[in-house]
């Protein structure tokens, strides 16, 4: 079975010094499914498994047992050229997704070509009440529609999600963040005017002001606006 196959290639490619580091990053994941190989080597096998007839044996094997494989499999969506194919296996595989380096790595290269498509999926996503499915509709608002194609009410929908969960918060204030040193115009009065939770605008703060991309004068303002 190619689940096997891929889950000995990984074993034969853990990196033990590797490995307990990045366990210590990922709380949410238990220590014992991390094998612990390192993300460029992941890449390459992904690259090279994607060209496989039968990959879909390992696509329709969920729940994989390792992060690794959950990893692997990230890559691999990553890789589809096809956008309907890409986006059901997207939508397959988020409700797996149980930890947030598993989630920002699935980044599925094809939908910088669908981007209306996209964002009527992203609509979809952060109305999920599953965190890692919220906050990867978060990365893709951020990733593909603060440039070119942005909207003002993309920040609406940034700042209208509510929720208790870290992860998904932390998603937002990057969000933030990075809409200010893309927007910052646009961005601004959502501080300014207290539009965000409290823990939510003063993570977008900090996050803000340790940017290269915001210059020292709106740093120096956004500071003057801390407390929420």
């Known amino acids: 079975m190619l689940t096997e196959v891929i889950r000995e290639k990984l074993l034969q490619l853990s990196d033990e010094q590797y490995r307990d580091f990045q366990r210590s990053l990922i709380p949410s994941v238990s220590p014992d499914t991390v094998i612990g190989v390192r993300t460029p080597d992941l890449r390459k096998y992904a690259k090279r498994l994607i060209r496989l007839d039968d990959i879909h044996e390992f696509l329709d094997d969920l729940p994989h047992k390792y992060f690794d494989e959950n990893q692997i499999h990230a890559f691999i969506i990553s890789e589809i050229r096809d956008y309907e194919i890409c986006m059901k296996e997207v939508v397959r595989f988020l409700p797996y997704v149980d930890n947030w380096a598993t989630c920002d790595q699935l980044s599925p290269k094809v939908f910088v070509k669908h981007k209306p498509e996209l964002l009527e999926q992203i609509k979809i996503w952060i109305c999920s009440d599953e965190t890692y499915t919220i906050r990867f509709g978060l990365g893709m608002l951020m990733k593909y529609f603060l440039d070119d194609d942005f909207d003002q009410s993309f920040l609406d929908m940034a700042a209208g999600i509510r929720s208790e969960d870290y992860y998904v918060n932390m998603m937002r204030a990057w969000f933030f963040a990075t809409a200010l040193a893309k927007r910052y115009s646009a961005a601004v009065p959502y501080l300014e005017e207290?539009?965000?939770?409290?823990?939510?605008?003063?993570?977008?703060?900090?996050?803000?002001?340790?940017?290269?991309?915001?210059t020292p004068e709106q740093k120096e303002y956004l500071k003057t606006l801390k407390s929420a």
Do not use: Q
Not at 194 to 211: F, G, M, N, Q, Y
């Open 194 to 214: 207290r539009r965000l939770d409290s823990w939510t605008h003063k993570k977008t703060i900090r996050k803000a002001v340790e940017s290269f991309r915001i």
